[in-house]
C-alpha cells in the first residue's frame, strides 16, 4: 500500500502560479499510474491531469492545457502539478491519487474511479 502526501496549495492571486508536490510513502512510486484531480465545493471531484507509469505519457483536462503540468521525480518519489496563469475558477481542493494495477506502462487514467489510492488534499485558492 502506497501512502500519499499532498502539500504546496496556498492563496494566490489570478494569474499567479503554484507547484503541488505528492510525496508517496510506502512503495516506489514508479510502480503506479498516477493522477491529479480537484474538487470544489458543492461539486463532484473532476480530472486535471493523468501521467503514465513510465512516465512518458499523460494527459491534461482541456479546462487546464497549456496552464498546468503533470510531472513525476521517481528518484524522489514524488509527483509534480505546475500551474501557472491561475483562474478563480481554478479555486478547489487538489487530490493526487495512484492507481496499483497499470498492465500498460504507458496508460494514463481520467476516471477517480480507475485509483486506488487518493491523499488527504491541499486547498488552492486563486483570488481575483
Known amino acids: 500500500q502506497v501512502q500519499l502526501v499532498e502539500s504546496g496549495g496556498g492563496l494566490v492571486q489570478a494569474g499567479g502560479s503554484l507547484r503541488l508536490s505528492c510525496a508517496a510513502a510506502g512503495r516506489t512510486l514508479s510502480n503506479y499510474a498516477m493522477g491529479w484531480f480537484r474538487q470544489a465545493p458543492g461539486k463532484e471531484r473532476e480530472f486535471v491531469a493523468a501521467?503514465?507509469?513510465?512516465?512518458?505519457?499523460?494527459y491534461h483536462a482541456n479546462s487546464v492545457k497549456g496552464r498546468f503540468a503533470i510531472s513525476r521525480d521517481n528518484a524522489k518519489n514524488t509527483l509534480f502539478l505546475q500551474m501557472n496563469s491561475l483562474k478563480p475558477e481554478d479555486t478547489a481542493v487538489y487530490y493526487c491519487a495512484a492507481r496499483r494495477n497499470s498492465p500498460y506502462s504507458d496508460a494514463y487514467y481520467l476516471k477517480t474511479y480507475e485509483y486506488d489510492y487518493w491523499g488527504q488534499g491541499t486547498q488552492v485558492t486563486v483570488s481575483s
Open positions: 501521467d503514465s507509469r513510465s512516465g512518458s505519457n499523460s
